[in-house]
């Protein structure tokens, strides 16, 4: 189990907006915004500290890049969410990268969609089970 994922943002407003949208779906809420260090936001499950999610400013004050293989994958509660998280990120700017499917070549009962955030980062949610 992790910590928490990262991923960096010039525009941490304009993330913020964009995941809101995407998270909300999965059943994740917003938690507090970042104190230490560089501008950023966070989600995580209700109730919860950890694990989270978490977009920031990058603290070498460079600017974000995507990593080439990165990607971060999110459990969906159902079929339904993974096909409200993937419309979200589309009305919310980000980019198409596999329409919400059944992919049997990965287990009989994956569901799933892939996407990119207005940053370039990619994303992946996923329904596994009936």
């Known amino acids: 189990m992790f910590s928490h994922v990262m991923v960096g943002a010039r ?18 809420e917003r938690g507090p915004d970042s ?9 995580r499950a ?11 400013e990058p603290f070498d004050g460079n600017p974000p890049s995507p ?7 999110f459990m969906a509660p159902d079929r339904a969410a993974v096909d409200a998280a993937h ?9 198409d990268e596999g329409a919400p499917a059944l992919r049997a070549r990965y287990a009989p009962d994956y569901y799933g969609a892939y996407m990119r955030d207005p ?7 996923v329904h596994r089970g009936p």
């Not at 209700?46 to 920031?56: A, I």
């Not at 990593?67 to 994958?73: I, S, T």
């Open 87 to 95: 419309a979200a990120a589309l009305a919310h700017g980000g980019s």
């Open 35 to 43: 104190v230490a260090g560089p501008r950023g936001v966070c989600w």
């Open 119 to 125: 940053e370039g980062n990619k994303l992946h949610v």
């Open 67 to 73: 990593g080439n293989g990165c990607m971060v994958a």
């Open 11 to 28: 525009d941490v407003e304009a993330m913020a907006r964009f995941y809101d949208a995407v998270l909300l779906p999965l059943g994740l």
């Open 46 to 56: 209700p109730g919860q500290r950890h694990p989270t999610f978490d977009v920031q």
